[in-house]
Every structure is written in C-alpha cells, then in structure tokens.
Nanobody, 114 residues
Framework: QVQLVESGGGLVQPGGSLRLSCVVS????????MGWYRQAPGKQRELVAQ???????IHADSVKGRFTISRDNAKKTVYLQMNSLKPEDTAVYYC????????WGQGTQVTVSS
C-alpha cells in the first residue's frame, strides 16, 4: 500500500532553519503533484507549498521567500526547506501524494520558539 513518511521536524528558535523530508513507498511519484500542508492547533489544515510533476512550484504567501519545496523522483522524496522560521510557523506538517488524494503522511511536528 501507499505510505508517506515525513521526518525532519523539531524545536527550533525563531530565525532558524529546518529541512523536512517525505519519503513515499508503494508508489512512484514521478507523475504526481506533491504538496506540503500544515495544521496549527485550533486551525484548519492549509497548503504550504506544491510542486507539479514538471517541477512548477507554488508557495503560500505566508512562506514565500522563506520556504522552498523540491523533489527527487528517483528517491521518491519531497523536501521542504524552511528558513527564517517564525513562531507562527509552528504546526504539524504533512505531505500529500497528488493534488486531491487521500494519501497523507502521519505528520511531523515543527515548533518555533525561543
């Protein structure tokens, strides 16, 4: 079956950086749009960034210039490089296979705090 496993989250001070990874098993990712989403306590899950099969990316306005999504199809892995982190970036971060599928990872916690 399809599985997505995120890693790389943790506790970081404001202004710091983290790199999230999402490894997919049970499916190739070459032809799929891949996305990173986040959900903060008491808030709805929101799209952070997406990358299409051709490499076109979109980033939410709140993270533009700070976060970068990328992919390695051979490794079936999607990355989210997060720089200049802010306390408001604190959330559980999830990756998703496909633009509208039900294939999600279990999430990785990112906490930005001094």
């Amino acid at each position: 079956q399809v599985q997505l496993v995120e890693s790389g989250g943790g506790l970081v001070q404001p202004g710091g950086s983290l790199r999230l990874s999402c490894v997919v098993s049970g499916s190739i990712i070459t032809f799929y749009t891949m996305g990173w989403y986040r959900q903060a306590p008491g808030k709805q899950r929101e799209l952070v960034a997406q990358i299409t099969s051709s490499g076109t990316t979109i980033h939410a306005d709140s993270v533009k210039g700070r976060f970068t999504i990328s992919r390695d199809n051979a490794k079936k892995t999607v990355y989210l490089q997060m720089n200049s982190l802010k306390p408001e970036d604190t959330a559980v971060y999830y990756c998703r296979l496909g633009a509208s599928s039900n294939y999600w990872g279990q999430g990785t916690q990112v906490t930005v705090s001094s």
